[in-house]
């Protein structure tokens, strides 16, 4: 997903936006992937050079794979026409 934003408010940038570095553009791409999903085989790292993920970060990958699949379906929608 390649996520672009440009803020409106304030029309300045002010000591908010520079205490978080919060640039007045910027883009970004984004790719989430479920650390439980297979791969092909040869492409990644060995079993024993994985990280191993605790249970609630694995769930909170699934969980964050589920909104951007379905965020994606959302914004491939097109709009019927009146």
């Known amino acids: 997903m390649h996520l672009y934003y440009a803020l409106q408010l304030p029309e300045k940038t002010g000591e908010v936006q520079k205490a978080f570095n919060i640039a007045p553009e910027a883009s970004f791409a984004l790719s989430i992937r479920n650390p439980a999903a297979s791969s092909p085989a040869g492409v990644g ?26 965020f994606a379906c959302s914004m491939s929608t097109t709009p019927s026409s009146s």
């Open 45 to 70: 790292l060995p079993e024993t050079e994985k990280a191993q993920y605790r249970t609630n970060c694995r769930k909170s990958f699934a969980i964050a794979a589920l909104r951007a699949r379905t």
